[in-house]
């Protein structure tokens, strides 16, 4: 599987969870080591970073049907988001 296949993959199953929350791919950090892809994802919602409680699970579910479904080894990595200046 080819890494824009993994994005397309991670962004269409987070696209699915709902709940007011935006998850965003960052696309240049996504990286493969061995059979293992690593995806680094923002979590929003209402403009503010998703508690990493609630992420943990969302990102389980999707990551055991990855590799059930597809076949492919994926940890999602949880980014949060820079401070605002000032």
Same mark, same amino acid.
């Given at each position: ?24 791919? +960052? ?5 493969? *080591? ?14 503010? *970073?998703?508690?990493?409680? +609630? ?6 579910? +999707?990551? *055991? *049907? ?5 076949? &492919?080894?994926?940890?999602? &990595? ?9």
């Amino acid at each position: 599987m080819t890494k824009t296949e993994v994005i397309d993959l991670a962004k269409e199953r987070l696209s699915q969870v709902g709940h007011g929350i935006v998850f965003d791919v +960052i696309e240049s950090g996504v990286r493969q *080591d061995d059979s293992w892809w690593y995806v680094p994802v923002l979590a929003t919602r209402n403009g503010r *970073d998703v508690p990493r409680e +609630i992420t943990v699970g969302v990102y389980s579910n +999707i990551e *055991d *049907d990855l590799e059930r479904q597809h076949n &492919v080894n994926v940890l999602f &990595v949880p980014v949060v988001s820079e401070p605002a200046a000032g």
